[in-house]
């Protein structure tokens, strides 16, 4: 197998792998959790280095997980206070984490190779030269089968537990009344988001893997409302951004992993202007309908109040309406024309009037905001 194929193959795991729990960071609204832990696990790295002095060592990871939920406890415990909000947290921990581990590495393991830049931006390029032999044997690139095994469990983990998953994340109060332990959830996601973290950290670095863990998951928020296919389209569109993203450093000769973070970033502003339902564009013709829907509605709110009144001749006549209602001219002629055309409206003797269907339209839209504005009202 080719490098080049390897390390698509290795992007497009970590993609899939990091989109997934992603996807429930993105639901609690905990995206910048990623960003804290995907910097606070070089602590956990370099204090498993100096215990056993060996930069392969699995007490790395091992250390670099417990590293992750150690950032986890502390926010929530300074959120738990009250006293900052979860974001002014991350913001306290993740730096002062982070920072210890930039310290003790150029204060004493200023001879160990640890590249800082790699570390933060990753070089899928060198992934292909570390090997996985078994028995002497060399059966591919080892981040194909360290990532693969990560996504395994995570789609394992996820597929069994689910449910649990789903109720925590939607309503933790329901979930706790159920029998369910959100706080058990909810450390067992970060337990799959820190080793998902750490196992993708040495082939793409934490940028990557930040842009992994939350592009995909929002765009798939902006394109659905179902879990599951916010699942699956998280995962569809990070495969996506992998390949893009290669395809473009592979043409003009740039870093794999800057790429495929701005193809990203690419991807997520398509979505972001042209989703159905949450993009810009649809967003901006809904506001435009609405605007439009209650001109309307004004007018037809108006006419029938003073419908059957002595004044009615001066507050829905054709030539004085214009005056009594806070629209622009020529704004309301065009909103006269579509109500008429719409068979809501009728001008009879110079004085606009309600039809049949409009009177019943008009009538109905009204109990339905008094009815919506009681129910506000009770919660």
């Not at 899939?16 to 959790?33: D, E, H, Q, T, Y």
């Amino acid at each position: 197998m080719s490098p080049q194929i390897e390390i698509q193959i290795i992007a497009v795991i970590v993609a899939i792998a990091c989109s997934i729990p992603g996807v429930f960071l993105v639901l609690r609204k905990m995206a910048m959790m990623s960003d804290a832990i995907t910097h606070t696990i070089l602590l956990g790295i370099i204090i498993g280095f100096f215990i056993v002095h060996d930069i392969s060592s699995p007490f790395l990871i091992i250390g670099a997980t417990l590293t992750g939920l150690f950032t986890v406890y502390m926010v929530e415990l300074l959120t738990r206070t009250r006293l900052v909000s979860e974001d002014s947290a991350i913001g306290i921990v993740f730096p002062f984490l982070f920072s210890i581990a930039i310290i003790l590495i150029t204060r004493y393991a200023g001879n160990v190779h640890i590249d800082i830049d790699a570390v933060l931006l990753g070089e899928l390029a060198f992934a292909p030269f570390n090997r996985l032999r078994i028995f002497g044997v060399d059966i591919g690139a080892k981040g194909i089968y360290s990532m693969g095994l990560i996504l395994i469990i995570n789609l394992g983990l996820i597929w069994i537990f689910f449910k649990e998953i789903k109720i925590v994340v939607f309503d933790s109060e329901l979930a706790a009344v159920l029998g369910f332990s959100p706080v058990l959830i909810q450390y067992g996601l970060m337990t799959i988001v820190s080793v998902t973290t750490v196992g993708a950290f040495e082939a793409v670095g934490s940028i990557l893997v930040i842009a992994f863990m939350i592009g995909p998951p929002v765009s798939a928020y902006l394109l659905t409302d179902d879990l599951k296919k916010m699942l699956y389209i998280s995962s569809g569109i990070g495969a996506l951004n992998a390949l893009g993203g290669y395809q473009i450093a592979f043409y003009y000769d740039v870093s794999i992993a800057g790429s495929m973070a701005t193809f990203t970033g690419i991807t997520f502003m398509f979505v972001f202007i042209f989703a159905p339902q949450r993009g810009m564009i649809s967003v901006a013709k809904r506001r435009k309908f609405q605007s439009i829907d209650f001109a309307k509605k004004t007018m037809l709110f108006h006419i029938l109040h003073h419908e059957g009144k002595e004044n009615e001749g001066i507050e829905n006549g054709v030539s004085t309406i214009y005056e009594h209602l806070n629209l622009k001219r020529e704004f309301l002629k065009r909103m006269i024309l579509q109500l008429i055309h719409e068979e809501k409206l009728q001008e009879v003797s110079g004085v606009y009037k309600l039809t049949d269907s409009g009177r019943k339209y008009t009538i109905e839209s009204y109990e339905s905001i008094i009815e919506s504005l009681n129910s506000e009202y009770i919660k």
